[in-house]
C-alpha cells in the first residue's frame, strides 16, 4: 500500500489541530482525510469509512477519546487509533497502551512523529 | 520574564504609566533579540536546530537554553553567554523609557536599585522556587492559602504567553473577590486531585490577538476557529501544568474539554485569583479558581468518617 491510497481520520474537538493535522497529512501525501470533531463521532465516522489510521484526542466532549478507541477496537481488533493529548504523562501513555492504542503522542503533534507513525503503519 | 516583572513594578510604584508601559515594551520587542536567534547569530547553532527546540517546548516546560543543552547543541558555557547578554532587559526597557522622554535617568537608577533591592530579598532553594516566590510577591497574594499553587499556576502561563504569544506585555492588574467579565472567553475545567476552574478571555482585540498569534494565523473574527486556537491555547497550558504536576508531584491531573463563551462573567472569590495583561494587540485576563486538593491525608479521613 503506498501512502496516497491511504485514508487517515483526525478526531479532536479543536479545528485547530483538525486543520494542522490535515495539512501535515497532506503534505507528507496522504490523499483522503475525514474527521470527527467528538468521541461519538469518531466511533460512527469509524464504522461508515473504515479508515486506515486514526489519530484521536483523549480530550473530547460526548465520548472520551479513550471510550472510543475502547468501541472503536471492538468493533474492529484490528484497527490502528493513535492517541494523542497534551498530559504527555506515563500514566495516560499506559492507558492509552491497555487499550490497544497503535501508539501515544504528546500534543501538538509534529510532521516528523506523524511521518513515524505513518511509515510504521505501512511496513506492517 | 523579568522585564514583565519590573515593568509591573514601574506602573505599581506609579513611575510610569500604562501607556508609557505598553509604548516602550512595543519598542522593545523590536530591538530584543531572543535566545535561539542569538544563538544562530553566535554560530552555535543552525536554524533548524533552534526550530526544533521551539517545537519542544511546546510539549516540555523547560526553557530554550535547557533543552538545547539537553539536546546537544549548546554547551554549558555557550547557553551561560547567550543568557548573559539577555539579562539586560531591565536594561533596555529602562533605555527605551529614558529615550521615549518618560522617566529620567536618575528615576531609572533609583527605580532599579530599589527593585533590585526587593528582588535579593526574595529567596528560593532553586531559580525556579525564587521565581515563584517572586510571583507570589508581584501577584499580592502571600495571605492566600493557596498562594503555591496560583504562583506556579501563573507563573507557567506567563511563560507560555511569552513562549507562545510573545513578551510585548505587561500585568495590567491582579484581582480577588470579584465579578469578572470578558467579552469573549474560553475555559477548562481541570480535575483530579487537584480540581479548578480556569478562563482565558478579553476583549474582541484581546480574544482575536490570542487566536492569530497561537495559530500563526491572520484572524480578523471571534468565530469558532478563533475559539479553538484561543482553546487549544488553554489545553497546551494545563497539560504541561499537568505534566509538571505529574513529573514533580506523582499527582495525575485530567481535563475536561474547553469550552467557549460570549459576555463570559465569573465570580472569583477571596481564595482565587484574575490577572489581567495588557499586550499590544488588545487585553486580555486569565482567572484561575481552585476548588480544592485531595491529598492522602483528606481520602484517610473521608473513609474514617
Redesign the interface.
Known amino acids: 500500500m503506498k501512502i496516497s491510497d491511504i485514508t487517515v481520520m483526525i478526531c479532536d474537538?479543536?479545528?485547530?489541530?483538525i486543520?494542522k493535522t490535515g495539512d501535515i497529512l497532506r503534505k507528507i501525501g496522504v490523499a483522503k482525510t475525514i474527521h470527527a470533531s467528538d468521541g461519538e463521532e469518531a466511533v460512527e465516522q469509524y464504522k461508515a469509512s473504515k479508515p486506515n489510521l486514526v489519530f484521536m484526542d483523549i480530550?473530547?466532549?460526548k465520548k472520551t477519546g479513550l471510550e472510543a478507541l475502547r468501541e472503536i477496537r471492538s468493533f474492529d481488533p484490528n484497527a490502528r487509533v493513535v492517541m494523542a493529548?497534551?498530559?504527555?504523562?506515563?500514566?495516560n501513555l499506559i492507558s492509552a497502551i491497555k487499550e490497544g492504542a497503535f501508539e501515544f503522542l504528546?500534543?501538538?503533534i509534529?510532521e516528523d512523529d506523524i511521518l513515524k507513525v505513518v511509515n510504521r503503519m505501512l511496513k506492517e | 520574564m523579568y522585564t514583565q516583572l519590573f515593568g509591573h513594578y514601574l506602573l505599581n510604584n506609579g513611575i510610569i504609566d500604562a501607556d508609557e508601559l505598553h509604548a516602550a515594551l512595543t519598542a522593545l520587542t523590536r530591538i530584543k533579540v531572543k535566545l535561539g536567534s542569538a544563538a544562530i547569530d553566535a554560530g552555535y547553532m543552525s536554524a533548524e536546530q533552534v526550530e526544533e527546540i521551539h517545537e519542544l517546548q511546546h510539549t516540555m516546560d523547560k526553557r530554550f537554553g535547557e533543552l538545547a543543552i539537553e539536546q546537544g547543541y549548546l554547551t554549558d558555557e555557550q547557553a551561560r553567554s547567550l543568557l548573559s547578554k539577555q539579562k539586560n532587559s531591565n536594561l533596555l526597557l529602562g533605555q527605551a523609557l529614558i529615550d521615549f522622554g518618560f522617566i529620567t535617568n536618575k528615576q531609572f537608577e533609583d527605580a532599579l536599585n530599589d527593585y533590585k533591592r526587593k528582588a535579593s530579598l526574595i529567596n528560593g532553594d532553586s531559580e525556579e522556587e525564587r521565581m515563584e516566590n517572586e510571583m507570589i510577591d508581584v501577584l499580592g497574594i502571600s495571605d492566600m492559602p493557596d498562594k503555591e499553587f496560583y504562583s506556579e499556576y501563573i507563573l507557567l502561563f506567563i511563560r507560555n504567553l511569552i513562549r507562545f504569544l510573545g513578551d510585548d506585555f505587561s500585568l495590567s492588574g491582579v484581582s480577588r473577590n470579584v465579578t469578572v467579565s470578558m467579552n469573549y472567553a474560553c475555559t477548562q475545567e481541570i480535575t483530579g486531585p487537584i480540581s479548578a476552574t480556569v478562563a482565558i478571555g478579553g476583549t474582541e482585540h484581546g480574544f482575536i490577538g490570542i487566536g492569530a498569534r497561537y495559530s500563526g494565523e491572520e484572524l480578523h473574527e471571534t468565530d469558532g476557529y478563533t475559539k479553538a486556537c484561543v482553546g487549544e491555547l488553554l489545553n497546551l497550558q494545563n497539560g504541561l501544568f499537568a505534566v509538571n504536576a505529574s513529573n514533580s508531584r506523582n499527582i495525575e491531573l485530567d481535563l475536561k474539554p474547553q469550552e467557549s463563551f460570549e459576555k463570559y462573567m465569573l465570580n472569583v472569590p477571596e481564595n482565587g485569583i484574575c490577572v489581567g495583561l495588557s499586550f499590544s494587540f488588545g487585553d486580555i485576563k486569565i482567572a484561575v479558581i481552585k476548588h480544592g486538593e485531595r491529598t492522602a491525608a483528606n481520602d484517610r479521613n473521608t473513609e474514617i468518617q
Not at chain 1, 13 to 17: E, G, H, Q, R
Not at chain 1, 85 to 91: L, N, P
Open positions: 474537538d479543536s479545528p485547530l489541530v486543520k480530550v473530547m466532549p493529548s497534551t498530559i504527555g504523562t506515563q500514566s504528546q500534543k501538538p509534529k
